[in-house]
């Protein structure tokens, strides 16, 4: 959520590095209710990546509508297949989901590169705006 600090933790396995991204997770819970042998927000570490095999992890991180999680294969080169179409999807109670690269212009002129999903607010309550920072859950958006 918007206190969170920019930090980046990272879970390997033999194939790949989960990434995870906690200043852009907007706790869709996603990861956990798909997942939960490896995503488990009950234990420490939250990711066990001997909880499953490697590809049905790289689906499941790919199910993620914030992109904080994402991954890197250990193979050279070869990262996370980015979207090459663009999709929108408006989730219920939450945000608008955009997934595919984007070149986002914010309200004070900076320009920024998006890939893989991007999570726009709808609430309106947002501290991170133009982006969900998951606070449509406390302000109980209806939508």
């Not at 920019?6 to 991204?21: A, F, L």
Request: aromatic share 6%.
């Amino acid at each position: 959520m918007s206190g969170d600090k920019e930090i980046t933790k990272k879970y390997s396995n033999d194939d790949i590095t989960v990434v995870w991204q906690p200043h852009k997770c907007i706790h869709s819970k996603k990861c956990w209710k798909g997942l939960i042998q490896v995503f488990n927000p009950q234990n420490k570490p939250w990711i066990n990546m001997s909880g499953a095999t490697t590809e049905r992890i790289k689906k499941q991180v790919e199910e993620c509508p914030s992109g904080a999680l994402s991954y890197l294969s250990k193979e050279a080169g070869n990262q996370a297949a980015a979207h090459t179409e663009t999709k929108v999807e408006a989730l219920e109670n939450g945000p608008l989901l955009i997934y595919g690269t984007l070149h986002v212009t914010t309200s004070d002129g900076r320009k920024e590169k998006k890939s893989k999903t991007t999570a726009f607010c709808r609430c309106g309550a947002s501290q991170n705006k133009p982006y969900c920072d998951g606070t449509h859950v406390e302000v109980e958006f209806k939508g």
